[in-house]
Nanobody, 126 residues
Framework: EVRLVESGGGLVQAGGSLKLSCVASGVDFDDYGIGWFRRVPGKEHEGVSCISLFDGKTYYEDFVKGRFTMSIDKAKNTVSLEMNDLEPEDTAIYYC???????????????????WGQGTQVTVSS
């Protein structure tokens, strides 16, 4: 079955960097849209960055464009999110997600992924 396990969250000061990792099991990256989502308690989740390898698309939401980089290592079954120049507004629980055949832009903007990891907390102090 599909399992997604995130790690790498922590506490950083504004302007700092973190790299999140996700180990995926039961997921063929060629058949799934893969996305990083984040959620603040009491608010709806929002897409951060999504990749769909089957159509060669990568999408970044405007609020992270130029600061975050998402990548997939198929050989290691891992997904990464490198986050630079972090802002307090980036504070959230970050989730690795997967949804079969979901295309990158649609997944990030309006998708409700079928599979979610447990999340990893990112806290950015002022």
């Amino acid at each position: 079955e599909v399992r997604l396990v995130e790690s790498g969250g922590g506490l950083v000061q504004a302007g700092g960097s973190l790299k999140l990792s996700c180990v995926a099991s039961g997921v063929d990256f060629d058949d799934y849209g893969i996305g990083w989502f984040r959620r603040v308690p009491g608010k709806e989740h929002e897409g951060v960055s999504c990749i769909s390898l089957f159509d060669g698309k990568t999408y970044y939401e405007d609020f992270v464009k130029g600061r975050f980089t998402m990548s997939i290592d198929k050989a290691k079954n891992t997904v990464s999110l490198e986050m630079n120049d972090l802002e307090p507004e980036d504070t959230a629980i970050y989730y690795c997600t997967a949804d079969q055949w979901a295309t990158a832009r649609a997944m990030c903007i309006s998708g409700e992924p079928d599979y979610w990891g447990q999340g990893t907390q990112v806290t950015v102090s002022s």
